[in-house]
């Protein structure tokens, strides 16, 4: 099985600040990654697949990159709405699928 | 717009058995493969079940093969989570999702609490 590793698992920053957050694969996912956002009490909410493509109406501040098993995802200036925890998932190892541990955003 | 409406989770005796419904609205649900994720309470997000447009294929976590069964009624739009021999572990918020691979839209979840 792929094992899916985030870092931080917390992390505090401020509104403008620029953030990044990195996930790490037990093996090559040749791209198969995807993000997602949740927020308290919600579902969760596709952001970027196939490591840097966004989903429909997400804002550009947040970007992805990486290759074989270190990706991460950026977020440019953050803005209020954007605090939640965040969870990096692949899908190389298909039909079976795994999500990291999530990044907790917090505010400073 | 795409709703996903879960429903079927409770309280429910470990060794019990509890099945899970998850209608579909807005959006051409036989042509779309779906998902089951879990989250445990105040943990992370679990991948539990997966099925084809069809329901020809099914894919199961390992902590639930043999236990679990997913399904499909493309004539109701909704899919199915059968949970049986149902342990503390368990308990968790389901979620049932589009798509296989990557999961582009979610419902709200349903709560099991799997408790004597």
């Known amino acids: 099985d792929i094992q899916m590793t985030q870092s931080p698992s917390s992390l505090s920053a401020s509104v403008g600040d620029r953030v990044t957050i990195t996930c790490r694969a037990s093996q090559d996912i040749s791209n198969d990654l995807a993000w997602y956002q949740q927020k308290p009490g919600k579902a969760p909410k596709l952001l970027l697949y196939a490591t840097s493509r966004l989903d429909s109406g997400v804002p550009s501040r947040f970007s992805g990159s990486g290759s074989g098993t270190d990706y991460t995802l950026t977020i440019s200036s953050l803005q209020p709405e954007d605090f939640a925890t965040y969870y990096c998932q692949q899908y190389s190892s298909t039909p079976v699928y795994s999500f990291a541990q999530g990044t907790k955003l917090e505010i400073k | 717009e795409v709703q996903l409406l879960e429903s079927g989770g409770g309280l429910v005796q470990p060794g019990g058995s509890l099945r899970l419904s998850c209608v579909a609205s807005?959006?051409?649900?036989?042509?779309?493969?779906m998902t089951w994720v879990r989250q445990a309470p105040g943990r992370g997000l679990e991948w539990v079940s997966g099925?084809?447009?069809?329901?020809?294929?099914?894919y199961y976590a390992d902590s639930v093969k043999g236990r679990f069964a997913i399904s499909r009624d493309n004539s109701k739009n909704t899919l199915y989570l059968q949970l049986n021999t149902l342990t503390a572990e368990d308990t968790a918020i389901y979620y049932c999702?589009?798509?296989?691979?990557?999961?582009?839209?979610w419902g709200q979840g349903t709560l099991v609490t799997v408790s004597s």
């Open positions: 999702a589009t798509r296989l691979y990557y999961f582009d839209n």
């Open positions: 807005g959006f051409t649900f036989d042509t779309y493969a």
């Open positions: 099925m084809s447009v069809t329901g020809d294929r099914t």
